[in-house]
């Protein structure tokens, strides 16, 4: 949780809304200030993620006090598995034109 201080501030929104975000379990507060915080970020990611993702994204943050910055480190280890990953496709990918090669060679 990213320490204080903190400013309390009166939000109004509609009716809608609210019910909305309480059929959800979405902590108004936590949620404002991830957006806020990606509002007035200049280093920002924008991903597509299934609703599903998305829905459990929102609770985890707008509920528990996690930020982007704790999610950050999973962020990275994700990227460099996927990294990972299409080094090795690309090797083999290598692999198999440097057999067509020598094949054709013979």
Do not use: F
Not at 21 to 39: A, P, Q, V
Not at 52 to 61: A, F, H, P
Not at 77 to 92: D, G, Y
């Amino acid at each position: 949780m990213v320490e204080g201080p903190y400013k309390r501030v009166n939000v109004m929104i509609r009716e809608d809304q609210y019910r909305q975000l309480s059929e959800s379990g979405l902590n108004l507060s936590g949620l404002i200030r991830d957006l806020l915080g990606d509002y007035l970020s200049e280093n920002v990611v924008n991903i597509q993620v299934s609703e599903e993702t998305r829905r459990i994204y929102d609770l985890v943050v707008s509920n528990t006090g996690s930020s982007d910055e704790e999610i950050e480190v999973h962020l990275r280890a994700a990227l460099a598995k996927v990294l990972e990953q299409k080094i090795n496709e690309m090797k083999q990918i290598h692999r198999q034109l440097i057999n067509e090669a020598a094949e054709r060679a013979r």
